[in-house]
């Protein structure tokens, strides 16, 4: 069998019609649920089409319903699907070029597609466009390391797919280094192809010519000897030919067939970085004799109170004891302890719920009452300094929901439980005590984002520096407690900070219960599982590919080029601890002049910005952001900044899609323009034809 009838196969395993099953939604209590991605789809002809096309077998008239379904609907919600579904069945067709424009269409919707990446990459080594191929294996293994079953795949049958999705793409790369003269390079991802599935002897066989390549004969040998034996056809015959070659090049008492019995190839395993448990916490306080600033400033930040025991000094809102929301809920004080009474819709009594604990101080405040069990239930309403007043915060998240039900709301509903549903992002060091690792065992060290959560374990280093004996800054890489973000890669500072700003993550405890840091081998950060993108809800999505939610701001930045290319991070433009938390609460280490974050690396374009952005100096059109980071993401009660950063106003998408599902910034401020408009400038800066 070959290697592309294998990556067909595999590619069919794929396509079943349990893929339809959709994780619904960014913001909602419960990210797992599923819908059929058949509902979705609000139009009765558009979904039986769909259906057609989706349960087609044969390639060349799914291709064809692809490319007609396309022409009728251009604008469907389903778009991207349609585009994998081209690019697979052209790839069963042998018409790679096709399969590879298809499936870039599909990856520009929904670049986080590992199952697709991997068929590019494949595609792409095969035809010698190293680039793409390099590009897309690397992006496939990197997802495909952490990834939770997609929902096509049952979980029992997702080790298998996934190795054999990590051999393509490692062996893609391989071809790819070795067609480069990148011959160790080559070796590397070739034996890393091996690994997961030894008996592939296209990889064997490719695994020799590297070494031979990188003029090793005697370690390309036993290569090429087992494909010899194992492998039929020209594939073995190539094998012979390249050992006959080896063998002749030396003298040799033994005959070639004797030389031939006696290779034997031993695959080494990987090599694991040696690692020890990481150390004893300190706690905060800790770090402030030595950090004064640091810590003063950090204590005034929304990290540091994310989560803080009631104190009648930190509350946000007004408690006056008035009748609320249509006269369902009462916020009051007795004896300076905060309540809210929740007004029962059978019975019309009150229910009154203690404030033990707030959540937020920035721009709205919920609040926690403990119940007896020692479990938090976190309230409905919360007060809001954007509104200016109290809202049903469950209920513009979920719509209608268990727990957006005031008159209904009892105990902990799903997605209101503090230690389970909001503890692992607002609290630091949180564990689930016992044998059952249950939330109501919770425990945590601080609440909100503790110095730790950020810098690691740092006893070891506390102590070294009471003792004096500490060696001093510049001694270490900076990966090791206390974490100096300022040498650490910029995969590694993403990471710290996506503990808590990455929606796809599982924060699921590790064996001894330890929930959003780790008590195992490796960086004392978790390493979560995620949920493929291609699982979530359409909802979730612009019908451009760009996310809606401010809960994505993680994975919007990862497609930035400023991280993928230029090792931007979190910390290039925000400060943990700023020199003015009250009057920045946005930690933005150039608050004053927000270009400033992209002048630091764009130095070109410093002493004439004009130039770049086409307004007038010091004018809000001139301003950075204001075209690359435009206020597009849903924060629920006001509107974000995109954090995929490099996207520029794109007049084709607009055009395509409606300002409503592809909103562009240039119409955002020129509300008295249209798309022609737009795409007659956007040309005309390019140089290009205007039309």
Same mark, same amino acid.
């Given at each position: 069998?070959?290697?592309?009838?294998?990556?067909?196969?595999?590619?069919?395993?794929?396509?079943?019609?349990?893929?339809?099953?959709?994780?619904?939604?960014?913001?909602?209590?419960?990210?797992?649920?599923?819908?059929?991605?058949?509902?979705?789809?609000?139009?009765?002809?558009?979904?039986?089409?769909?259906?057609?096309?989706?349960?087609?077998?044969?390639?060349?008239?799914?291709?064809?319903?692809?490319?007609?379904?396309?022409?009728?609907?251009?604008?469907?919600?389903?778009?991207?699907?349609?585009?994998?579904?081209?690019?697979?069945?052209?790839?069963?067709?042998?018409?790679?070029?096709?399969?590879?424009?298809?499936?870039?269409?599909?990856?520009?919707?929904?670049?986080?597609?590992?199952?697709?990446?991997? *068929?590019?990459?494949?595609?792409?080594?095969?035809?010698?466009?190293?680039?793409?191929?390099?590009?897309?294996?690397?992006?496939?293994?990197?997802?495909?390391?952490?990834?939770?079953?997609?929902?096509?795949?049952?979980?029992?049958?997702?080790?298998?797919?996934?190795?054999?999705?990590?051999?393509?793409?490692?062996?893609?790369?391989?071809?790819?280094?070795?067609?480069?003269?990148?011959?160790?390079?080559?070796?590397?991802?070739?034996?890393?192809?091996?690994?997961?599935?030894?008996?592939?002897?296209?990889?064997?066989?490719?695994?020799?010519?590297?070494?031979?390549?990188?003029?090793?004969?005697?370690?390309?040998?036993?290569?090429?000897?087992?494909?010899?034996?194992?492998?039929?056809?020209?594939?073995?015959?190539?094998?012979?030919?390249?050992?006959?070659?080896?063998?002749?090049?030396?003298?040799?008492?033994?005959?070639?067939?004797?030389?031939?019995?006696?290779?034997?190839?031993?695959?080494?395993?990987?090599?694991?970085?040696?690692?020890?448990?990481?150390?004893?916490?300190?706690?905060?306080?800790?770090?402030?004799?030595?950090?004064?600033?640091?810590?003063?400033?950090?204590?005034?930040?929304?990290?540091?109170? *994310?989560?803080?025991?009631?104190?009648?000094?930190?509350?946000?809102?007004?408690?006056?004891?008035?009748?609320?929301?249509?006269?369902?809920?009462?916020?009051?004080?007795?004896?300076?302890?905060?309540?809210?009474?929740?007004?029962?819709?059978?019975?019309?009594?009150?229910?009154?719920?203690?404030?033990?604990?707030?959540?937020?101080?920035?721009?709205?405040?919920?609040?926690?009452?403990?119940?007896?069990?020692?479990?938090?239930?976190?309230?409905?309403?919360?007060?809001?300094?954007?509104?200016?007043?109290?809202?049903?915060?469950?209920?513009?998240?979920?719509?209608?929901?268990?727990?957006?039900?005031?008159?209904?709301?009892?105990?902990?509903?799903?997605?209101?439980?503090?230690?389970?549903?909001?503890?692992?992002?607002?609290?630091?060091?949180?564990?689930?005590?016992?044998?059952?690792?249950?939330?109501?065992?919770?425990?945590?060290?601080?609440?909100?984002?503790?110095?730790?959560?950020?810098?690691?374990?740092?006893?070891?280093?506390?102590?070294?520096?009471?003792?004096?004996?500490?060696?001093?800054?510049?001694?270490?890489?900076?990966?090791?407690?206390?974490?100096?973000?300022?040498?650490?890669?910029?995969?590694?500072?993403?990471?710290?900070?996506?503990?808590?700003? *990455?929606?796809?993550?599982?924060?699921?405890?590790?064996?001894?219960?330890?929930?959003?840091?780790?008590?195992?081998?490796?960086?004392?950060?978790?390493?979560?599982?995620?949920?493929?993108?291609?699982?979530?809800?359409?909802?979730?999505?612009?019908?451009?590919?760009?996310?809606?939610?401010?809960?994505?701001?993680?994975?919007?930045?990862?497609?930035?080029?400023?991280?993928?290319?230029?090792?931007?991070?979190?910390?290039?433009?925000?400060?943990?601890?700023?020199?003015?938390?009250?009057?920045?609460?946005?930690?933005?280490?150039?608050?004053?002049?927000?270009?400033?974050?992209?002048?630091?690396?764009?130095?070109?374009?410093?002493?004439?910005?004009?130039?770049?952005?086409?307004?007038?100096?010091?004018?809000?059109?001139?301003?950075?952001?204001?075209?690359?980071?435009?206020?597009?993401?849903?924060?629920?009660?006001?509107?974000?900044?995109?954090?995929?950063?490099?996207?520029?106003?794109?007049?084709? *998408?607009?055009?395509?899609?409606?300002?409503?599902?592809?909103?562009?910034?240039?119409?955002?401020?020129?509300?008295?323009?249209?798309?022609?408009?737009?795409?007659?400038?956007?040309?005309?800066?390019?140089?290009?034809?205007?039309?």
């Amino acid at each position: 069998m070959t290697r592309y009838r294998t990556l067909n196969l595999l590619w069919l395993l794929l396509v079943s019609p349990a893929a339809a099953q959709q994780v619904d939604t960014a913001n909602g209590p419960n990210p797992v649920r599923t819908a059929s991605i058949f509902d979705e789809i609000q139009d009765s002809k558009e979904r039986s089409l769909f259906k057609e096309l989706w349960d087609t077998a044969d390639p060349q008239q799914g291709r064809q319903r692809a490319i007609d379904f396309v022409a009728r609907y251009p604008r469907s919600v389903v778009l991207r699907e349609t585009y994998e579904q081209a690019a697979r069945a052209s790839a069963m067709l042998g018409d790679d070029e096709a399969a590879i424009e298809w499936g870039k269409r599909a990856l520009r919707l929904l670049p986080e597609n590992p199952l697709l990446l991997t *068929m590019i990459a494949d595609l792409a080594a095969r035809h010698g466009q190293h680039e793409l191929a390099e590009t897309s294996g690397r992006q496939a293994l990197r997802y495909l390391e952490r990834a939770l079953p997609p929902a096509a795949i049952s979980p029992a049958a997702w080790p298998q797919v996934r190795d054999g999705l990590r051999n393509l793409a490692d062996f893609a790369l391989g071809r790819t280094a070795e067609e480069q003269g990148r011959y160790a390079d080559a070796e590397r991802w070739l034996l890393d192809a091996l690994r997961v599935k030894r008996n592939d002897y296209v990889a064997l066989y490719a695994l020799g010519v590297a070494r031979n390549g990188r003029k090793d004969p005697d370690a390309a040998a036993p290569c090429f000897a087992e494909v010899m034996r194992a492998a039929n056809g020209a594939l073995g015959e190539a094998a012979r030919r390249e050992l006959h070659e080896v063998y002749a090049a030396k003298t040799r008492s033994q005959s070639f067939e004797e030389f031939a019995a006696s290779q034997r190839l031993s695959v080494p395993p990987a090599a694991t970085p040696r690692a020890s448990p990481p150390g004893a916490y300190a706690g905060s306080a800790a770090c402030r004799p030595c950090h004064a600033a640091e810590f003063r400033n950090w204590q005034a930040t929304g990290m540091a109170k *994310m989560f803080r025991p009631y104190s009648e000094g930190e509350v946000m809102g007004r408690f006056s004891g008035e009748e609320i929301l249509g006269g369902s809920v009462r916020a009051g004080a007795e004896n300076s302890q905060r309540f809210i009474e929740l007004r029962d819709g059978d019975s019309g009594k009150w229910k009154r719920y203690r404030v033990d604990a707030l959540i937020g101080s920035k721009w709205q405040q919920a609040y926690a009452s403990q119940l007896p069990d020692g479990r938090l239930a976190v309230l409905p309403i919360q007060y809001s300094k954007v509104e200016g007043g109290w809202v049903n915060y469950w209920k513009i998240v979920d719509g209608s929901s268990e727990r957006s039900d005031i008159a209904h709301f009892q105990g902990t509903p799903e997605g209101a439980l503090y230690q389970r549903d909001c503890a692992p992002c607002h609290t630091s060091q949180l564990r689930y005590d016992g044998g059952g690792a249950s939330p109501a065992t919770a425990q945590f060290r601080e609440g909100g984002i503790d110095c730790e959560m950020c810098h690691g374990p740092s006893q070891a280093h506390a102590d070294a520096m009471r003792r004096g004996s500490h060696a001093g800054p510049g001694t270490t890489s900076g990966a090791e407690p206390p974490v100096d973000f300022r040498k650490i890669p910029a995969e590694q500072s993403v990471a710290i900070c996506e503990q808590c700003h *990455m929606q796809s993550l599982a924060h699921e405890p590790e064996a001894g219960g330890a929930v959003n840091y780790s008590q195992t081998t490796g960086p004392f950060y978790r390493a979560y599982s995620i949920h493929l993108l291609s699982d979530y809800s359409h909802k979730v999505f612009y019908a451009d590919g760009r996310f809606r939610a401010t809960t994505f701001i993680g994975e919007a930045f990862e497609r930035s080029r400023c991280f993928r290319e230029g090792g931007g991070t979190c910390v290039s433009c925000h400060n943990p601890h700023p020199d003015d938390p009250d009057g920045n609460q946005k930690s933005l280490k150039f608050a004053p002049d927000s270009d400033q974050m992209c002048l630091q690396c764009h130095q070109s374009i410093r002493d004439h910005p004009e130039r770049h952005t086409r307004h007038a100096l010091g004018s809000e059109a001139s301003r950075c952001v204001s075209c690359h980071m435009p206020r597009n993401m849903d924060a629920l009660l006001f509107r974000a900044r995109s954090h995929q950063i490099d996207e520029i106003p794109d007049a084709e *998408m607009t055009a395509r899609f409606g300002e409503s599902d592809s909103p562009n910034a240039c119409l955002t401020c020129h509300r008295d323009k249209d798309i022609r408009w737009l795409a007659a400038s956007m040309a005309a800066w390019r140089g290009g034809p205007v039309h």
